[in-house]
């Protein structure tokens, strides 16, 4: 079994173009007062947090459909990026640019009141991606003396063994590694678990 461990790295530039696509898309809340904006950001929340969704011929007099799609790709983005980065009010605002003052203040409150619905829907669909989890694990070391093409090589290898539960049942799943492999292991566990402690956080 080989283990992957995914780290996003995202460049300025990526997350200065994100920024402007939030801006660009909640400029469309100008079309409908604050408070409709209100009840309207509310109810696309409770959409990805599978709570019920808005309908777009609810609002096809308001936006065009390439703007409802841009509006809500704008909205989730955002209130996910609050949510997973702990954004403070000031860091939210700094992100809306040029929305007009009203919206802005609209946008950081309906944040603010969803940011543990939010939380939770974040943890359920990272929790989505596998069903799989490890239930106990076993290990040895054992040094290798010589190989097929080297008549003596003194590595220590070691034996992992991973019990992981699925739904069905417990599969083992064995490993050999030699002590770079374990180092980049542990430097990989050690990089996910930071990550789980800021969503803690």
């Known amino acids: 079994m080989k283990c ?13 173009n994100m920024a402007k696509n939030e801006e660009v898309g909640l400029q469309l809340l100008k079309k409908i007062d604050v408070k409709s904006a209100t009840k309207l950001l509310h109810g696309l929340v ?7 969704h808005l309908h777009y011929h609810e609002y096809d007099q308001t ?7 841009a509006l809500n790709e704008a909205w989730e983005g955002l209130v996910k990026a609050a949510v997973r980065e702990s954004l403070n ?33 974040l943890i359920a669909d990272t929790n989505f991606i596998s069903k799989s989890t490890l239930r106990d694990f076993d290990w040895q070391v054992k040094l290798a003396m010589a190989s097929d093409k080297l008549s003596s090589i003194q590595e220590p290898l070691l034996n992992l063994d991973l019990d992981v539960q699925t739904e069905a049942s417990t ?14 292991l542990i430097t990989s566990l050690e990089g996910a678990n930071r990550v789980l402690q800021q969503w803690k956080t």
């Open 171 to 184: 599969q083992t799943h064995s490993l050999e590694m030699t002590r770079e492999d374990l180092k980049n």
């Open 89 to 121: 009010k000031d860091q939210i605002l700094q992100r809306l640019g040029s929305v007009p003052e009203e919206y802005q203040s609209v946008i950081v409150d309906v944040i603010n009141a969803r940011r543990s619905d939010v939380h939770h829907q």
């Open 63 to 69: 936006w065009s459909l390439e703007e409802w799609w």
């Open 4 to 16: 992957y461990f995914l780290l996003y790295k995202r460049s300025v530039s990526h997350d200065n």
């Open 46 to 52: 409770d959409g990805f947090c599978k709570r019920g």
